[in-house]
C-alpha cells in the first residue's frame, strides 16, 4: 500500500501522542459535565474511539453520519445528516469528534441541527484542521494537527472506500486519483 503514499504527515506514535494530550485536555474541560462525545462516522470513526480512550471521565458516545463528499477528492457542498434513533441533545454538552475540516460545511451544519435539538453546548475536536481549503466562517475547538492543501488519507481518512485502516496519515498520491 505504501506505493500509493507520496510522503507520511503523520506517524502513528505522533497521532497516538497528540490524540492523548487532546483527551486530557478534554478530560479537564468537561469534568463534572454530562457529555456526548458525537462521532462523525465514517471517517471520524477511529479517532473517536481513540480520543474517549484517553479521555477519564464520564461520558457517553454517540455517532452520526454525514456526507459532502463525491466519489472523488473534493466536497460537494451538500451536507446529508443522518442521527441514530433515540439521539437526545437536550442539555447536553456535545463535543464533536471529527476526522478532518475541509471546507467548513459539514461541521457548521452539523453545529447548527445539534442546536435545533436543544444542546446546552457543542464543541468540536478534529484530528485534521485545513483551514486552506476552508469556506465557511467556522472553527474547530481543538485540533490534532494543521495540514496543508493536499489530499489525505489514513487514521479513518479514505479515498473511495480505501486507505482507512493505515496506521498513520499520508499524502495520495495524485496517480491514485487523477
Do not use: W
Not at 487532546?22 to 456526548?36: C, H, T, V
Not at 469528534?97 to 460545511?105: P, V
Amino acid at each position: 500500500m505504501d506505493n500509493v503514499i507520496e510522503r507520511v504527515l503523520f506517524t502513528e506514535e505522533q497521532i497516538r501522542n497528540r490524540v492523548a494530550e487532546m483527551g486530557k485536555e478534554l478530560s479537564a474541560k468537561y469534568a463534572g459535565k454530562p457529555l456526548i462525545v458525537l462521532g462523525v462516522l465514517r471517517g471520524g470513526a477511529i479517532f473517536c474511539a481513540d480520543l474517549v480512550r484517553a479521555m477519564d471521565i464520564p461520558l457517553e458516545i454517540s455517532f452520526i453520519q454525514t456526507s459532502s463528499y463525491q466519489a472523488g477528492t473534493t466536497s460537494s457542498g451538500n451536507v446529508i445528516i443522518e442521527i441514530s434513533k433515540g439521539f437526545s441533545a437536550e442539555g447536553r454538552h456535545i463535543l464533536i469528534a471529527e476526522d478532518i475540516i475541509d471546507t467548513g460545511h459539514t461541521l457548521k451544519a452539523v453545529k447548527e441541527r445539534l442546536y435545533e435539538l436543544g444542546a446546552l453546548s457543542v464543541e468540536t475536536c478534529c484530528i485534521l484542521n485545513k483551514p486552506a481549503r476552508r469556506q465557511t466562517e467556522i472553527t474547530a475547538d481543538y485540533v490534532g494537527f494543521d495540514i496543508p492543501d493536499e489530499f489525505v488519507v489514513g487514521y479513518g481518512l479514505d479515498y473511495a472506500g480505501k486507505y482507512r485502516n493505515l496506521p498513520y496519515i499520508g499524502v495520495l498520491s495524485r496517480k491514485v486519483y487523477e
